[in-house]
């Protein structure tokens, strides 16, 4: 019989606090990633894989950051990277019932919060 493995996940709770502006959100989102996948390569979860797949994201947002200069967080790149990539990796990490996010009573607490029960019954 196959064992399911288990994945490497982040610890609940805020990365990113009183700030919604995307030159503040996306180095330390980005730092965030870059600190989970160094956790996850100590781990039993190892995942090559998806190391490669966050260092080539990481790199391009890099790329990205480095041509454009300032202009770069006003500009629709720094809202993709933000939206599209780092949201997407990052809720990579959150562990079951959870999602990476902002905080339901705080928008500009981002983190990795516990799945609200919207109280309807699926079934």
């Known amino acids: 019989?196959?064992?399911?493995?288990?994945?490497?996940?982040?610890?609940?709770?805020?990365i990113s606090h009183g700030t919604m502006r995307e030159e503040h959100l996306i180095p330390c989102f980005m730092d965030a990633l870059d600190d989970l996948k160094e956790a996850e390569s100590l781990s039993k979860c190892q995942d090559v894989?998806?190391?490669?797949r966050i260092d080539n994201a990481l790199m391009d947002i890099?790329?990205?950051r480095?041509?454009?200069?300032?202009?770069?967080?006003?500009s629709e790149d720094a809202s993709?990277?933000?939206?599209?990539?780092?949201?997407?990796?990052l809720n990579e990490y959150a562990p079951d019932g959870h999602y990476f996010g902002s905080h339901p009573g705080d928008g500009s607490?981002?983190?990795f919060w516990q799945?609200?029960?919207?109280?309807?019954?699926?079934?």
């Open 1 to 14: 019989m196959k064992r399911e493995a288990k994945r490497f996940t982040a610890e609940p709770g805020s």
């Open 49 to 52: 894989a998806h190391y490669a």
């Open 66 to 74: 480095l041509k454009l200069g300032d202009a770069y967080y006003a």
């Open 109 to 111: 607490d981002y983190g």
């Open 80 to 89: 993709y990277d933000l939206n599209e990539v780092l949201f997407d990796l």
């Open 62 to 64: 890099e790329q990205r």
């Open 115 to 123: 799945e609200e029960d919207d109280g309807r019954d699926d079934d």
